[in-house]
Structure formats: C-alpha cells, structure tokens
C-alpha cells in the first residue's frame, strides 16, 4: 500500500522542542538576569570576571618613583563613555599593577566555542579609569619640563582610536561641548614652565617663554592663533623643521597660555564620527618655546604637546561625504606615516621617511637627537567593540617602547629626498578611502604577525631554558640513580637469597 507520510510526527516534535524551549525573559544566571545588548556575550562577561578574580590589582598611585627615560611609554584606559553604556559595552580591559595591562579578546574556536586570549602588555605606566589628569600629568609629560630648561627639545603626543579620551588627557575635561583648559596636561605643563622659570637655580639663564599653537589638517598646517593662517613646514640648512610664519605669542603666566588654549581649541577642526559627536580631525600642536633674551632671541628648548587625531577605518565612517572619507584618509596616512618612521628607527634603518607626511616632518626632532626626550601616551577604550583598535593601538605603543635605549635613535640619521609639493598633491587626491583602508590593514597585520612573532621567540627561549636546565641537571640525575640503585641492590639480593634458601 501506499507510505504513510512522517510530516506530522516531525512537526509534533518540532512543537514540543519549541515549547521546551525557555523563553528569554525567563532566562537566569548565577550573577542575575541577562542584560538586553549583552545577552548574547553573557559568557564573555563571565570569563572575563573570572579572569579578574584571580589577578592581583595594584594601581598606579602619586608615591611612585619616577625613573628618567628618552623615550616613555604609557597607557590609558578611559571609563565607558554614555554611548557605551547605553549599548550595554562588556569591559575588555584590565590594570592590574604599575605598567601591566591586560586585554581580554573573545574569539571563537573551530566549533564555535568561546574563549578568551587573554593579551598581557608591559609599558612603562598605566592608568586604569579612575585615574586623573593630574595624575597621568605626574608620570608623563611632567618629568619633561625639566629638559627644556637645559636645552633639550621635549614631545609628549597622545594616540589611540576616536572617541578614547586623547583631547580630554591633554586639553582639559569636558561639560557636554564646553571644555576646562586649565585641567588639561597643556594647562598642567605651562604651570610648570613657569615654576621652572622663576626658580633661583634658571633665573640666571635669562630666559623667556612663548607659545604656538596650530593644526595639521588634510596635510596642510593652519595656525590658531592668527586666524586659521595656511602655513608651510620646510626644512632649513641645518636639516631642522621650521614652521614659516608661525605666530609665537609672548607669555608671562600660565593664565596667558591658557587663555591662548581656550582660543586655540575654539578653531579647531572637529566633526562627527560614529564613535564620537566632537571628534578632533586634525593633529593639534601646543609649543612652549624658550628663548634667550639676546638680540638674535636663539632658541633654548622647546617642549611640544601633540593631541594627535583619532585613527578610524573609512568603513567605520558614519557620513558617506566625500570630503569626510578624504579626510579620514589622510588622517590615517599621516598616522601610518608615523608609524613607518617609528619602525624604521627600531630596525636602525639608513633612511627614516620622516618626509611621507607632514606630521612626520614636524615630529622629526621628537625621535632624533641627543638631548630629545618623547612620552607617548596611548589611549584605549574599554568596550568589546573596540577590541581591535585597542590591541592595533597598544601594538603601536609597544613598538615605541623598542626604540628606548636605542643607540642609533638618537643620531641624526638619512632622510628620503623630498617629494616636490605637485607630487604630494596628486598622492593626496588618488588616495582613495579604500586603498587607504587596504594599507591600514596591511599595516595592522604586519604588526599583528610581529607581535605573535615576538611572543613565539619568547616561547621558544623559555623552552631553550627548561631544555638547557634538564641537560644541566641530567648528570646529577644519572650519579644519584645510580647511588640508589647501590644502596638497594645488594638488600635485593639478600632477600632472593634467604628466599632461594627457604
């Protein structure tokens, strides 16, 4: 006869799965119910928590020793901003102790089960999400001041993802738009500069300060204090960057330098981006020069405060204006600029492409030198979301921290022959959003590659270690095998024998 059809015994036991099925709302946990936007990376949460318990945290605190470097290199981690709370953001980041920080990233296995590779970096401070400006202040920008009174050149640049906390660090807190430059590591330094110069042990040097303030923005730099000036960065006869045209305003107290803050910040470029409303377009510069009050007024050291602009994919561009993805573009050449002059120190390359950007021309003599002195703040924020740019991030910084007690760096080495100014127009206009992109990308996996690299080598030395410790101890082993095999044998061999005897 004809088959019987099993169509409705299978929906009778697709209903019954269905109706075994626990609903969401019903859904417990041991730590509570499931918040809405992070249901699905409830597990992640909880592996992370777990991870946590087990650590030992010891933040960073003002009775701290300060140890004098060239080169410095900090990290911070900025709190959850509203945006992230509203989204529920799951906290990927932890401070453990004085230079230690960890990055919790979930992956997925083969068969989808979830894991945490839980990243541990080691940098010369870092700050968790209570820490305040004053106290970043103290360990970076602070120990520099002192350099510039005995003739050096000092930079302290902030770097990391849009929307991680860089204008805040180094302009001053925020009340919705409006922000209090006197609370800023701008505002900070000056106060110091000024200390510095009133004291007995500098009055004789006869010395007096002045500040600058502009942009580089889409390549071109534009100076603050006098009406949005187009300026040019050109190099003079002794190979150093000079700024032509730049207004230098006389200043007798930090009031005056934060006066000129406040009017500095006001024009510069900003706009919105996906993972900020007043995102910083351009790299903004805060120089406080001193001067020899002589008629030539010769320059006696400079310290340069750089609020870097935030790097962003073009695919991460909520605005589909042309202008805007050029703009993010270039924004992330010059960083990738940067970053290429930075690797290219740390493999004591002949010739440092100081001059691929215009960043990387007025940054020259933060790197070189004897008597430069650099502290790199780099930025991060919290949320899963931003994982990868906070791992691209501390990768960067981390290849920074290389070039400390690099004997090379701090000569003056080969430059690239500069492009003449058609050129660098024409690269500007090609250079789509999309290339730059591909770029960007290639640069973040050859740091990746880097990093797993390095972590092999050292896996590969600790082994080299256990390995050369057993072929140590493995005589020893042999001598004492043997001692117990002659204090046992002949007992052995008593007992056969009585035995034999039985």
């Known amino acids: 006869g004809r088959r019987k059809s099993v169509a409705p015994m299978e929906l009778n036991k697709g209903n019954k799965r269905l109706s075994c099925v626990i609903k969401p709302p019903d859904m417990q946990t041991k730590r509570g119910k499931f918040l809405e936007g992070s249901r699905a990376n409830q597990k992640f949460f909880e592996m992370i928590q777990d991870f946590r318990a087990t650590l030992e945290i010891t933040p960073l605190s003002t009775t701290e020793t300060i140890e004098p470097q060239r080169i410095c290199v900090c990290v911070r981690k900025q709190p959850f901003n509203k945006q992230e709370i509203n989204k529920k953001e799951i906290d990927v980041v932890s401070v453990p102790g004085k230079g230690a920080l960890v990055v919790h990233e979930p992956k997925h296995k083969v068969d989808l089960t979830k894991y945490l590779d839980n990243q541990v970096f080691h940098f010369d401070y870092s700050f968790d999400e209570t820490a305040t400006n004053e106290l970043v202040y103290k360990f970076t920008a602070k120990p520099l001041v002192q350099s510039i009174f005995e003739g050096g050149m000092a930079t302290c640049f902030a770097y990391g993802q849009t929307g991680s906390g860089k204008t805040h660090t180094m302009g001053g807190d925020f009340t919705g738009k409006q922000q209090n430059s006197a609370k800023g590591i701008y505002a900070l330094a000056a106060q110091d500069v000024f200390a510095y110069l009133h004291h007995r042990r500098y009055a004789n040097l006869d010395l007096s300060a002045y500040v600058s303030f502009f942009e580089i923005y889409n390549g071109k730099v534009y100076d603050l204090l006098h009406k949005k000036a187009k300026l040019r960065a050109l190099e003079d006869e002794r190979q150093q960057v000079q700024v032509v045209g730049l207004k230098e305003v006389y200043v007798t107290s930090a009031e005056e330098v934060i006066k000129m803050i406040q009017i500095g910040s006001s024009c510069r470029t900003s706009g919105q981006t996906s993972a900020n409303a007043n995102s910083s377009r351009s790299h903004a510069f805060l120089?406080?020069?001193?001067?020899?009050?002589?008629?030539?007024?010769?320059?006696?050291?400079?310290?340069?405060?750089?609020?870097?602009?935030?790097?962003?994919?073009?695919?991460?561009?909520?605005?589909?204006?042309?202008?805007?993805?050029?703009?993010?573009?270039?924004?992330?050449?010059?960083?990738?600029?940067?970053?290429?002059?930075?690797?290219?120190?740390?493999?004591?390359?002949?010739?440092?492409?100081?001059?691929?950007?215009?960043?990387?021309?007025?940054?020259?003599?933060?790197?070189?030198?004897e008597k430069s002195r650099t502290c790199m703040i780099a930025m991060v924020s919290p949320g899963m979301t931003s994982c990868k740019y906070t791992m691209n991030t501390l990768r960067y910084a981390d290849r920074v921290k290389e070039l400390n007690g690099n004997s090379k760096a701090s000569e003056a080495p080969k430059t690239q022959e500069p492009m003449n100014s058609s050129s660098e127009e024409v690269s500007l206009h090609i250079l789509d959003t999309g290339v730059c992109d591909a770029i960007s990308q290639v640069a973040e996996l050859e740091e990746k590659v880097y990093s797993e690299l390095k972590r092999a080598g050292d896996l590969v030395q600790e082994m080299g270690q256990i390995s050369y410790n057993i072929e140590e101890g493995l005589p020893n082993l042999v001598d004492h095998s043997k001692r117990l095999l002659g204090v046992y044998q002949p007992k052995y061999c008593s007992i056969c024998f009585v035995n034999v005897m039985y």
Do not use: W, Y
């Not at 935030?310 to 991460?316: I, L």
């Not at 993010?328 to 002949?350: P, Q, V, Y």
């Open 287 to 369: 120089q406080i020069v001193l001067r020899r009050n002589d008629r030539a007024t010769t320059l006696h050291g400079k310290f340069s405060l750089v609020d870097l602009a935030g790097n962003e994919r073009g695919t991460d561009v909520s605005s589909n204006d042309r202008s805007t993805l050029v703009e993010t573009a270039e924004i992330n050449r010059s960083l990738l600029a940067l970053k290429e002059c930075i690797r290219s120190l740390g493999k004591n390359s002949d010739h440092i492409p100081f001059r691929m950007s215009t960043l990387t021309k007025v940054l020259r003599d933060s790197f070189i030198g």
